[in-house]
């Protein structure tokens, strides 16, 4: 488990994950430079809370239905792993 943690990212993943970014960031019209700012705001808060592994973390928005009125609204997605819980919140 520790392995992975520890392991950096290669090229190749490293350049999937931006062109994810890339890709969900044209469906949403959310610049990749914005989708950026939001991951690391989000990370920031949580790492307030918890420890967590930001260089995997995921973020994905997607538009989906609003019931019954035909309407598509954004949905933020997060994966996030958490490393260990702090339980020395102030």
């Given at each position: 488990?520790?392995?992975?943690?520890?392991?950096?990212?290669?090229?190749?993943?490293?350049?999937?994950?931006?062109l994810?970014?890339?890709?969900?960031?044209?469906?949403?019209?959310?610049?990749?430079?914005?989708?950026?700012?939001i991951?690391?705001?989000?990370?920031?808060?949580?790492?307030?809370?918890m420890?967590?592994?930001?260089?995997?973390?995921?973020?994905?928005?997607?538009?989906?239905?609003?019931r019954?009125?035909?309407?598509?609204?954004?949905?933020l997605y997060?994966?996030?792993?958490?490393?260990?819980?702090?339980?020395?919140?102030?």
């Amino acid at each position: 488990m520790f392995k992975n943690i520890l392991k950096r990212k290669s090229s190749r993943e490293i350049a999937k994950d931006r062109l994810k970014i890339l890709l969900i960031s044209d469906r949403v019209n959310c610049s990749p430079e914005m989708m950026e700012m939001i991951k690391n705001d989000i990370a920031k808060v949580i790492s307030k809370y918890m420890k967590i592994d930001a260089k995997s973390m995921e973020i994905q928005i997607t538009k989906t239905g609003n019931r019954g009125r035909g309407l598509k609204n954004p949905t933020l997605y997060a994966n996030i792993p958490i490393l260990d819980l702090n339980h020395d919140i102030p």
